[in-house]
Every structure is written in C-alpha cells, then in structure tokens.
C-alpha cells in the first residue's frame, strides 16, 4: 500500500477501495478502450467533503486524479491507469430539490439521468438532456462531456440546461458558479466553461439545472423506410427545409439496420434499406406529423405514423437496438463527427469513399435533426487496428472540410487526440492549454486526456 | 501627435480618427457614466486585417484598447479615456452568409441587431436575441455583453445562440472558434466564455449564429392592470404556475407608468398602478392567452387582448416608452439585478424596503418571465450620488441573498466592478483574473472594466 493510499484511507475510511476487480473496471469506458495497468485505487465520495479530502491529499502527494461518473463515455475520457486515483462521485446520487415555479432542480452528480428524469416525470416535469445513454448515465458526465443526444436540435445541448455547478478545485478548494436565475452576465461564464471540460479543470460536485414542464399535446412519431440511406438523408432534409422541426430524427444506413436485424430477430430490411424516425412534440405535432407524412411518401419513402406513446415508443425502440446490435459483431469503435446539417448527404458519400477506399464496412447512425453522425468501425479484438485509425482520419478530415466538428457530443478523451490540434490549430490549443494550467496548475486532473 | 497615432495613421490611413468631437463620444455610453478623459484615438476598423494591424501596433506600443460598437452599453464597458485607443467594429456591418437550410448566419460584430433583423425577415427567419436595444445595438456588442432581453425564458440568451466566433487576439493573432455544427465537443469552449466577456479576451470580429424560423400560428398579446405592483408580480408567478410559457412577460412599477403618462401624454395610470404585458406565439397561442387571461381577470386584473399583430405592438409600445420616459427625468442609472422568478414580489419587496430606508424612488421594470428586474435611480447632475450607492448596494446585496445576481444581462463594466467579489468570492475571482491574463498577457484589453 502506498504512502497516498494510506493517506486516503485514514482520511476516508471505507470510502476507499483498493479490491482488484474494483480497480480492473475502472481501466475502460464503453469506448471499448483500456488503460495499461489498474489505478491506485478508487474513492467512492459520498459528500463534497469527501471529494475535497481527496483533492488534498491528490495535490499534497501529486498524485493524478481521474474523476468518474458511471463510466459509460465512448471517448475514454474517464478511463484510468497506473499510479492514479479514481475519483467516483457515483454515490453522490441524490435530487436536493425540485423546484417547479422556478423550473430548476439541484443535484449531485452521481444520479443518473434516466432516473433523475423518473423522479421530474411524478410531478409533470422533465430534463431535457437526452443522450442515448441515458439509462446508464450520470447527469455530472453528461455535463462534464456536454452530452448531445437525440433532442438537441429543438431543446439544445446538456450546456444550455446547466444554471450553475458547485466545483472543486485541484487543491481541494470549493467554488460556487453560475446562479439560480434564468440570466445573469456576472463575470467569465465559467459554468459554460465547465460544460464539457471533460475531467480537465475540476471536479462538478452538484449541478443547478433548467428543468422543463413536460410539453402538452400529442406526441406523433413516423417510422419510414427508403431504397438507400441518401435517400434517407433528402427526406430529413426535405422535412427541415419544409420549416419543420421535429424533437427527434434519427437515420438508419443499411448495415446497422441489417444488424439489428440479426441482434433482434426482426425483419425490417425487408421493408427498405434505410430507416428514419421522426417524432414531433407540442401543440402542432399532428399537423406537422402529417406535413412530413406528404413529404416522406412524395419521395417514395414506405411510413407508418402513430400518436399512441406505447405504439412510438414501438418505433423508436428500433433506434435504440442499434448500439447493441452492432456491440454483438466485434469491437466497436464509434465516431461522433458532426456537420451542418444540410452536409450530412455529402458526410455519408465520403463515409462511403473511405468504406470503398479502405474495403471495410462503417456502419452509420445519424442524429440527422442536427447533423451528428456515428459512423462505426467493427473490429476482432481490444486494439484498434491501424487500418481503422487511417480511415478514421480521413473520415475527420472529412467532417472539418465539411465546416464540422471531430466530435459532436462524446468528447476528445484519449480517442481523438491527435486530431485535435487539426480542427483547433496549433494558438487556440495553446490557449486551451493554458486555461487547463490555471484550474490544474500541477496538472493532476485527467493527466493525458484530451491535450 | 504620439508615436502610436503616427503608427496607427501609417498602417490604416483615414480609418484612424483624432476628431476631438469622435474622442469625446468616446467617453461614455447609455450607462450615463463619462471618463475622465478622451482617448488618443478612434480606429474605425472595416475588415479582420484593420483589427489585427491595430492590435499589433497596440500590442507593440503597449497602448490599452477598448473595443466598441454602437456604445449603448449600460454598464460603462465600452467607455474610453486617457491614453486608449477605440477599437470600433460598427463599420464592420455585413451579413457574410444566411443559410435558411442549415439555420445558420454568418455576420461581421457591427451590423445592428435589428437591421440584421429586418434581413432575416424578409426570408421569413429571425435571430432570437432580443435586448431592448436592438434598433441601437449591434451583434457583436450583444455578443460581448451575452445580451438578455425580452424573450430569454423561451428563447435563451445570446450566448445559445452562438454556434462560432473569429477572434482577434491581443497581439494580433486571429482565432477561429466554435463550428458551423449544431452541436460540437471539441476542446474546452471557447465560444461560450466569450459571450459575456465584455472585451476583455479578444475581438470578435465575426460571428455565426443560430437563426430561426419565423414562429408560425398567431401571436396573442395581453396588456393588463393591476391596483399594484406586488399584485401585478403575483399574476405573472401565477401564469407560469399554471405551466403557461409567455415569449414576453414584462412589468412596469407604478412609478415607471406615471413616468410614461407624463412622456408620452397617455393615461395609462387611470386604469391601474401596475401593468403587466403578456404575449405568447406558436401554434398554442390564443389558447394559452385565454387561459393566461382568465388568470388575471380571476385576480382582478383589468386586461385587454389582441391577436392582431399591428394592435400586439401598440400594447407592447407601451412597454418600449418606459426607458425614454424615465431619462427624461433626470440622470438614469439603470440597475439590472436578476433572481429566480418567485422571488421576483420578495425583490418587489426588498427594493419597497431600500426606498423608504434612503427616501427614494427607484422606478422599476421588469423581465417578469425570467426574474430579471430593472431598478432604476434617477438623479440630477452626471455623477450618481453617494446615497444611490449606497441604496444601489442594498439592491445587490438583496438579489445575491435571493439566489440571483448582480447583473442579469448588462454586465459588470465600471459599474459593478465593486460588488463582483461579493457575488463570485475571492477564489473564482482570482481565476477568472488569471483567464484574462491567458488571453491578454500584458493587460491591454479594456483595462480596469469588470476586474
């Protein structure tokens, strides 16, 4: 046992675990990517104080910190190695308050989002973050990785929800950002700052978020499939371009339909070679639901539409079978490019190229409302072959000439590094690098990550 | 002549002004506050290479420069004196790019929020930022300032809808930050701690912004009167109670609607001492103002109702007289505190309690939807007196132990330089210092403003 474990043991007690599968787990995320060796050791903060008590003796002994949330990031960004401890504030689960005539909420970082959202779901109310993951994932990652998901087109991304963060420092400190009103411009918006920063400059120990009103109405959802996926593509453009705007669209390509398929036992592929689903919320979604109908069936796509919540949770469940389904044929890596969204025909034909180019297969998903694609490389496997990283180069720079982004929602991590001076250049990075150095001046925090 | 003027005229030739009538312009700003002082000079820059010549030679000659646009700033932060160089951005005026299909523009900081507006209108789309100013306001400056308004509670602030900027550093280098993606994780972000840095990290010299389409369906307007203010307050909580969401909810003190009668000849006090004006837009409209309606009417409010649009803006005109009305009174320091909306009647009553403590009036209006109030002090002469210090720190004081801040959407500039430590605590004010040094090393940027 090594000096600092034994620090961290006398100042937390149980808190602190050093169990071999414990520490095992704590080497990968769901990025299908692991650390060389386990961590010192995990402590499970149950309080602020706890985090606090570990920052100090972090910084005392320099010893480097990864935080964690439920460990369910696709990026590695709270995967941990050798002679690190992780810092888990999974146990700091609990809602402190709902407040419905505020529409704000405040909680520890810990609690899940699925369950957070059943909690506001008792009393009308609803958190509008909504990555994929949100069954399995906690509300301080999804700020920390400022998650996306399937709504963001309408209701925005998880930064546009957070009011204010409770944040300790490298060196134990406590600070208090943000606020509980709806505005406020006092300072350097560091709360947006947070959003994101993905274990980099501190560590979020309770979050005052936006909460919403569950929104009135119908719920009409459409599932519909096409020949191809550009066809796909045009019909979620053609439906943007028409002035709608749906809460969720999600695009299919072919493979992964053919893989849930296999996973599911369904026969969906028989019906068309792509998928998309449409959903519209609020006091217009019947209408708009049937405008985008016309559309999608004048371009000869093949549509089922429904306003029962059961029947399009039915529709959507198809989406959500498209992770697993592609977990089961190998190891997965999963990419997040984003672009703007009228790009997204032309991102699937270089996404095509490269699978020509490369003889290889990139099964894709498209958040298409928006323009965040996840085109996926399958593998035998934990190591990335470097076939995969050379098309995932192209497939990046593709993303950037298209006027997007490395990563739409999942973060740099340790994944994509390397590209990362490609899409910021060399002042900003620098910049970034500097502004890390002010939170995390010895440089404990996610050492490796990201920068 | 100086050595910096000389330079400054060498590269930019008749972009640099030395008028003494342009100087002395330079001095203030709608805060009503004044400098000391003019400045050595006026760059009216046209392109991102005037920017970034003059901050070379700045940089160089280690000359201070305050960035600027239209100069209706209220909080002093775009106020020059002695020995500084106005860097102006309002010529920099052009709509670069709108692209109805992805809901993007790409505009230079000095086109007027209005005008850019009026541009977008005629393709049926709009920009949601909407600060009171925007006929006198440009982009850029809202950008600076993370500009609030009217339609915040439904719409966000500005920094929402920010998707990107380009940004002259001190020394001249140029940064491109953020996407022309929907969403984007790429780094720490940058583009948010922007929005509300109020010239203090570098010079936006360009700006893509999310834009929207026109709301569709009819716009429902409600003006409404109340015996008074706290009663006008408790039928705004009791609107969003009853999980209405207005566009626009705004309130108007007994003092402010005497003010406006006595301005513009109406008599609108007759009806009542409080006014509270209501609108709500989207497909739902006339629905949810018969119930917002019915609300007031059952609290005894006295209202009318419109849904057509010509009669929606004389309600609303009501509201836009107010800031006239009160300068016409004397010396305006308009405050700008912001709490959680149901503390909007205990703010009612604490500014009641300051105003008989000092024997003032502090008219006063409201964002009733999102909390944000402005208190105002009125008094003779150019300088605010000791005693409206004083009182305007109680106000402050008031709203931090509300829950909320001390500017809700004008910004800290010279005016609230004293009570920044009060809300943010000495920890993150030394981290937000060191921020701005990581940006701007040698503290030439708009130095003396916020910090």
Chains 1, 2 share one sequence.
């Not at 250049?425 to 502004?435: A, F």
């Amino acid at each position: 046992m090594t000096d600092t474990v034994a620090q961290l043991r006398e100042a937390l007690g149980d808190a602190v675990s050093t169990d071999a599968a414990q520490l095992d787990a704590m080497r990968s995320d769901k990025s299908g990517h692991s650390s060389g060796s386990a961590p010192l050791a995990v402590v499970h903060a149950r309080s602020i104080d706890d985090v606090q008590a570990t920052m100090r003796i972090a910084t005392q002994t320099r010893t480097p910190v990864v935080t964690r949330g439920a460990g369910t990031g696709l990026a590695g960004g709270a995967i941990a190695g050798s002679g690190e401890i992780v810092l888990s504030t999974l146990a700091m689960d609990r809602v402190l308050e709902i407040n419905e005539s505020d529409l704000l909420a405040v909680v520890e970082p810990g609690i899940l989002n699925g369950r957070f959202n059943e909690i506001l779901a008792e009393q009308g109310l609803w958190f509008a973050p909504d990555p994929a993951s949100k069954a399995i994932s906690t509300v301080g990652g999804n700020i920390a990785t400022n998650a996306g998901g399937l709504l963001c087109a309408k209701y925005g991304v998880t930064r546009d929800a957070v009011l204010g963060l409770k944040v300790v420092l490298p060196d134990g400190r406590l600070l208090t950002l943000g606020h509980r009103s709806v505005k406020g411009v006092t300072g350097l918006d560091l709360t947006a700052l947070m959003a994101g920063s993905e274990g980099l400059l501190g560590i979020i120990v309770e979050a005052t978020v936006r909460i919403r009103r569950e929104v009135a109405g119908t719920l009409a959802t459409i599932a519909s499939f096409y020949p191809g996926v550009r066809d796909a593509a045009a019909a979620s453009a053609a439906i943007t371009a028409a002035g709608l705007q749906p809460a969720v669209m999600e695009l299919i390509d072919p493979s992964v339909l053919r893989a849930i398929d296999a996973f599911v036992g369904s026969s969906l592929a028989q019906r068309g070679n792509a998928h998309l689903a449409v959903q519209f919320d609020g006091p217009g979604a019947a209408e708009d639901a049937h405008r985008a109908l016309e559309i999608i069936t004048g371009r000869g796509g093949d549509a089922d539409m429904t306003t029962d919540r059961d029947e399009a949770e039915k529709l959507l469940a198809i989406r959500r079978a498209a992770h697993p389904s592609l977990e089961a044929l190998g190891t997965t890596l999963i990419e997040d490019v984003s672009v703007p969204r009228t790009a997204l025909p032309d991102m699937f034909d270089a996404i095509a190229a490269i699978e020509k180019k490369f003889g290889i297969t990139i099964p894709t998903l498209a958040h298409a409302g928006d323009g965040n694609l996840h085109p996926n490389f399958i593998f035998d496997g934990p190591d990335v072959p470097d076939e995969v990283w050379a098309a995932a180069d192209e497939l990046f720079l593709a993303a950037l000439k298209l006027g997007g982004t490395l990563t739409g929602e999942h973060g740099i991590g340790i994944l994509k590094k390397r590209w990362l001076g490609d899409e910021l250049g060399e002042d900003q990075l620098d910049l970034q690098r500097q502004i890390k150095q002010v939170f995390d001046p010895l440089g404990i925090l996610n050492p490796g990550k990201v920068f």
